[in-house]
């Protein structure tokens, strides 16, 4: 008996995960390459633009520096 599985379409958190899933990796290298790419994209994106910025920091609910 054969089992046909249909192709999975996945949406990507991001550009960059696209292309990491086509490396040859192991799907636990490619977990952990992917949460350690959005762990550090989302620190710098908070420390480099919502920290800084006084309207981003309103709307995020934080005090005014």
């Known amino acids: 008996m054969v089992i046909r599985m ?3 379409k ?3 958190p ?3 995960c ?3 899933i086509q490396l ?3 799907v636990e290298v490619l977990f952990v390459l992917i ?3 959005s762990f550090v994209a989302s620190f710098l994106l ?3 633009f919502i920290r800084r910025s006084p309207v981003l920091r309103l ?4 005090r005014p520096l």
């Open 24 to 26: 040859p990796f192991s």
């Open 6 to 8: 249909r192709s999975l």
């Open 35 to 37: 949460t350690a790419l």
């Open 14 to 16: 991001s550009g960059v």
């Open 46 to 48: 908070y420390h480099l």
């Open 59 to 62: 709307l995020f609910g934080m």
């Open 18 to 20: 696209y292309f990491l």
């Open 10 to 12: 996945v949406s990507y």
